[in-house]
Structure formats: structure tokens, C-alpha cells
């Protein structure tokens, strides 16, 4: 049904989800060379050359990105089973693939709402082509940069009620922000515009396990794909949460955040993975941020 379906191997090209949507086929894109690691099949020799150029420093990528997208299926069925979140704000959603954050939400719950934003026309193309709600939830797409979170949360009330608590998904996606950019002010105004009891994720890209092979693998990426990646310590991805209170076990190896098996031997993979809840009080008011919400 999704992009990612594919066993992998297979190297046939992308579907044509929208045929007026602008790429470059010869040129490496950050989304189908993800979805490559991730053993989809929608990506063309470009990509491929690029994920193997990165997989020759640092093998572990693909069970990097893979046990991202486990962790985002934990992350979900806990904030909607266990939390009772019945909104979510994906940011950065990549190309879609199975167990999306709506589908694994609406299994829980089949009334939750989830909003996905990303600024990448392919992306956008396949998510409204793709990504079907359950009839008793929603789901709304946002094209804007995160860079701009201001734009994001005021297209996403579209969808979502920021009176009431909501996730926001950030998996995978920080790193692509250089610290020119201030990714720790973005994620404060993310946070600042939500509820009382609503719920902040990130993983993140990290050099800690292996920092020689993990920065020539950034280099031979930042070679090929026109979207630059920065890694980032333990105590950076940390301050990402800006003090806000950490979900247990806090901020770990992506495989250790809440494994379904205890104990169970993991690849390493290089991504640090958290979840925060807003505290409860008094929801702050957006129109300080110079937001329009509601």
C-alpha cells in the first residue's frame, strides 16, 4: 500500500504519485535514501549510490533507520494506549511506509487526528496520494519548513485542536538542522504552543558510538545529498527537550527507549531517542509567539 513495502534489494524506481511534482532523478534525495535503508523501493540509482557510499563508513545505518521506525511505533502505541493522546503533529514525515504514525495511532484509537508537515513536494505528493485515515480520525498535510515552526502550528490547527494535548513527532529530522539554525529554538516554539499535558519526541543522529566512522559517513552523505546532516552528542539531543520533564527511560540509544523485548540483543544503531511531557498548568497563550491557532 506504502512506500517500503518492498523487500530489500529491490531497486525499481519510485512510483509517479503526482507527475507534476519537480525532482531530479540523478540528483540524491534525503527521503528515497532513507527509504532505501529502510528497504523500500522507491528510489533511483542516485540514492542508491549515496545510502552504499554512507553504508561503506558505517554499516549500521540500516539498522539505525530501521530501528528508528520501530521506535516511532513504540513511541505512538504508547502515547495512544497508555497516554490517551489522540493528536499527533508529525514533522519531517519522509516517504510514506507501513506502521505510519497515523496507522499505528488509529489502531489504538481509531478517532485520533494526526497532521503531517514536511516543506518536500515528492514527499507531500505520495503522503495525500498514500496516507488514508481511518473514517473515524483525520489526516491533514502541512507544506512547510521547520524551520518556521510559527507556519507548521498555525497550518496544523487545520487539523488539530491546540487546546487539548498533542504529540510532536521528531524523528530523524533535527539533525538535518545546522546549529546556524537554532534547532533548540525551533522546538521551543513547538513546545511553548501546546497544552498541558501533551508530549514532545525526538531522535537524533549521534557520533557518540563511533565517532571516526560516524563523521566520515556524514561526509560521504553531505557528498551526495544536497541536505547536510549534523550529529549531535548525548548532551545536545538533551538540551533539544529544553528541560522539559523526560518520559522514562529519558534520553537513550533509540533501541533502548521501551524495547517490546527486554534483553534482547540490538545492532548498534546511531540515533539517541526521547519523549517529554508538557507540565501541567496553565496552557500558554500562542498569541504571544505571534500565532493564529483555533
Known sequence: MAAGTGTPGQVSGPRDADPATPFDPAVAHSARVYNYWLGGKDHYPADRR?????????????????????????????LAGDCGIRQFLDIGTGLPAPDSTHEVAQRVAPDCAVAYADNDPLVLAY?????????????????????????????ASGTLD??????????????????????????EVLARALAP?????????????????????VRAYDAAVPTAVTARAHAEVTA???????????????????????????????????????????????????????
Open 240 to 294: 533539544l527537550f529544553g528541560g522539559l520533564p523526560l518520559v522514562p527511560p529519558g534520553v537513550v540509544p533509540v533501541h533502548e527507549w521501551r524495547p517490546v523485548a527486554v534483553g534482547r540483543l540490538h545492532q548498534a544503531a546511531d540515533l539517541y531517542a526521547g519523549m517529554a511531557r508538557t507540565p501541567l498548568g496553565t496552557l500558554v497563550s500562542t498569541t504571544r509567539l505571534g500565532l493564529v491557532i483555533g
Open 197 to 217: 499535558g501533551s508530549y514532545l519526541v525526538i531522535s537524533h543522529l549521534t557520533a557518540d558510538f563511533a565517532p571516526a566512522q560516524v563523521a566520515a559517513a
Open 127 to 155: 503522503a495525500r496520494a498514500l496516507l488514508t485515515s481511518d473514517p473515524q480520525g483525520s489526516c491533514g498535510y502541512i507544506d512547510a519548513d521547520l524551520r518556521d515552526p510559527a507556519a507548521i502550528l498555525a497550518q
Open 162 to 187: 491546540f487546546t487539548q494535548p498533542i504529540a510532536v513527532l521528531l524523528l530523524a529530522v533535527l539533525h538535518f538542522i545546522p546549529d546556524r539554525d537554532d534547532p533548540a529554538e525551533i522546538v
Open 50 to 78: 549515496a545510502g552504499d557510499a554512507v553504508k561503506r563508513h558505517r554499516p549500521q545505518v540500516v539498522a539505525g533507520v530501521r530501528a528508528n521506525r520501530s521506535f516511532l511505533a513504540r513511541a505512538v502505541r504508547y
